[in-house]
Nanobody
Framework: QVQLVESGGGLVQPGGSLRLSCAASGSNFTIYDMKWYRQAPGKQREAVAHITNRGRTDYAGSVKGRFTISGDNAKNTVYLQMNSLKPEDTAVYYC?????????WGQGTQVTVSS
């Protein structure tokens, strides 16, 4: 069993920044892929950013150039640095990790961008 704990969400003004963290814990697992998703009220969950265990990254077009995903393999942690935040970035953000035993999801963290 691999468990994920997210942190770093909150309320920020437009143009501001936040950094989300997602730490994985468990026994005898290897991480293959790490992703961030988000779900806004009334909308479907969408992929935001992806990083492989070799460091290859991909981003949704709506966040490219503003968000940066990174991973710390030693700490089994994935980060999402979000800059130049917009009101339309408001959502619950979830991390997702593919690992030896399958896939795990974080509990979600609320990000609200509002003045």
């Amino acid at each position: 069993q691999v468990q994920l704990v997210e942190s770093g969400g909150g309320l920020v003004q437009p143009g501001g920044s936040l950094r989300l963290s997602c730490a994985a814990s468990g026994s005898n697992f290897t991480i293959y892929d790490m992703k961030w998703y988000r779900q806004a009220p009334g909308k479907q969950r969408e992929a935001v950013a992806h990083i492989t265990n070799r460091g290859r990254t991909d981003y949704a077009g709506s966040v490219k150039g503003r968000f940066t995903i990174s991973g710390d393999n030693a700490k089994n942690t994935v980060y999402l640095q979000m800059n130049s935040l917009k009101p339309e970035d408001t959502a619950v953000y979830y991390c997702n990790i593919d690992h030896t035993w399958g896939t795990s999801w974080g509990q979600g963290t609320q990000v609200t961008v509002s003045s």
